[in-house]
C-alpha cells in the first residue's frame, strides 16, 4: 500500500472533512459527502462510485478488507490519526479503520429505470434523513428501481440517511427534485413511451387498501411528509390512494414504514404474478 499524506491535526483539510458531516450546504458545494462503515464503503465501491479520498487509521493494525480497499481503489490515501478519525465517526464506539469521501452523482431522473415492471417511489418533503434512509433501504430490498426525493427536505447526503440505507444509496439510483413538476413531466414523458405509470399516493383515507391495488403494473409510489402526508399538488396527481389496513390504537405509521409495507405487499404481487405465469422468480 502506498503511503500518501498525513493528517494529525484539526488543519485546514480536517476542517473540509468535518465540514460534509455537518454542513449540507458544503457538501451541495463541493459535491462530495463523508461515508463510514464497512458495507456503505464495500457497495460504492463495487457499484462504481467515484471515490475521491480514502480517509484511514494512522494508528491501527488494519484488516484485509481495509488493506485490498487501499490497495484496489483509485483515489487519494490519508493518514489521519486515530483521535481525529474517531471524530469524523461521530465519536462512535469504535475507530472506524477507513473514510470515503465520496462524489455526488447528478440528480437526472433519467436514472432511473423505467419500463414494463418499472416501481420507483417518490418521498415527498421528507424532515428525517433517518427516515430517507430507511425508506432507501427498503426499496432496495423490494425491487424498486429508484427513488426521488422531492421539495424542501432534509439531505440524502446527511450522515444519518447515508447511515440508515446500509449501502443501498449506492445500490440503487436516488434522485432529488425540487418540486413535482419536474417528477410529472418525466411521467408525462415515460407515458409518452408507451410505459402507462399509474402515480400511486399513500394516505391513511385512501380508496383502496393496498392489498387491492395491482403492483404489478408500471408504478410510481407517493410517500407523503412524516407530519403532513402528501402535498395537495401531489394528491392532484395521484391515480389512486391506497392506505394500510390497520388495528390497534395506532392511527398511522412512521412514514418510512409505511412504505415499506406497500413496497413489500407489491413485491409479494410481483412475486406471485412471475410464479402464476411460470417464470419462477426473475433476478433482480
Given at each position: 500500500m502506498a503511503v500518501g499524506t498525513r493528517v494529525t491535526t484539526r488543519n485546514a483539510r480536517f476542517q473540509q472533512w468535518e465540514a460534509l458531516l455537518g454542513n449540507r450546504t458544503k457538501r451541495q458545494r463541493r459535491g462530495e459527502f463523508l461515508v463510514q462503515g464497512v458495507r456503505p464503503i464495500?457497495?460504492?465501491?463495487?457499484?462504481?462510485?467515484?471515490?475521491?479520498?480514502?480517509?484511514?487509521?494512522?494508528?491501527?493494525?488494519?484488516?484485509?478488507?481495509?488493506?485490498?480497499?487501499?490497495?484496489?481503489v483509485h483515489a487519494a490515501k490519508v493518514a489521519v490519526s486515530s483521535e481525529l478519525m474517531h471524530e469524523l465517526g461521530a465519536k462512535a464506539e469504535t475507530v472506524p479503520e477507513l473514510l470515503a469521501v465520496v462524489a455526488m452523482p447528478d440528480d437526472d431522473l433519467g436514472r432511473i429505470p423505467t419500463g414494463p415492471e418499472m416501481l420507483a417511489v417518490v418521498f415527498d418533503r421528507p424532515t428525517s434523513p433517518g427516515n430517507i434512509g430507511t425508506l432507501i433501504r427498503s426499496a432496495d430490498a423490494?425491487?424498486?428501481?429508484?427513488?426521488?426525493?422531492?421539495?424542501?427536505?432534509a439531505d440524502v447526503y446527511d450522515p444519518k440517511?447515508?447511515?440508515?440505507?446500509?449501502?443501498?444509496?449506492?445500490?440503487?439510483?436516488?434522485?432529488?427534485?425540487?418540486?413535482?413538476?419536474?417528477?410529472?413531466?418525466?411521467?408525462?414523458?415515460?407515458?409518452?413511451?408507451?410505459?402507462?405509470?399509474?402515480?400511486v399516493g399513500t394516505d391513511e383515507h385512501g380508496d383502496l387498501e393496498v392489498a387491492e391495488f395491482d403492483?404489478?403494473?408500471?408504478?410510481?409510489?407517493l410517500v407523503g411528509n412524516e407530519s403532513t402526508g402528501l402535498s395537495s399538488a401531489w394528491r392532484e396527481a395521484c391515480d389512486h390512494l391506497v392506505q394500510i389496513p390497520m388495528s390497534g390504537t395506532a392511527s398511522s405509521l412512521n412514514a418510512a414504514t409505511a412504505a415499506s409495507v406497500v413496497l413489500y405487499e407489491s413485491a409479494r404481487q410481483r412475486t406471485a404474478a412471475k410464479r402464476e405465469?411460470?417464470?419462477?422468480?426473475?433476478?433482480?
Open positions: 464495500t457497495v460504492a465501491v463495487q457499484r462504481g462510485w467515484q471515490i475521491r479520498e480514502i480517509l484511514y487509521d494512522s494508528g491501527a493494525q488494519l484488516s484485509a478488507w481495509a488493506r485490498e480497499t487501499l490497495d484496489t423490494f425491487g424498486a428501481c429508484g427513488v426521488i426525493v422531492t421539495g424542501h427536505a440517511s447515508v447511515r440508515a440505507s446500509t449501502g443501498s444509496l449506492f445500490a440503487l439510483p436516488v434522485v432529488r427534485a425540487p418540486s413535482h413538476q419536474a417528477v410529472l413531466a418525466w411521467v408525462g414523458a415515460t407515458r409518452g413511451g408507451a410505459i402507462d405509470v399509474r402515480v403492483f404489478t403494473q408500471p408504478t410510481l409510489l405465469a411460470g417464470g419462477g422468480v426473475a433476478p433482480r
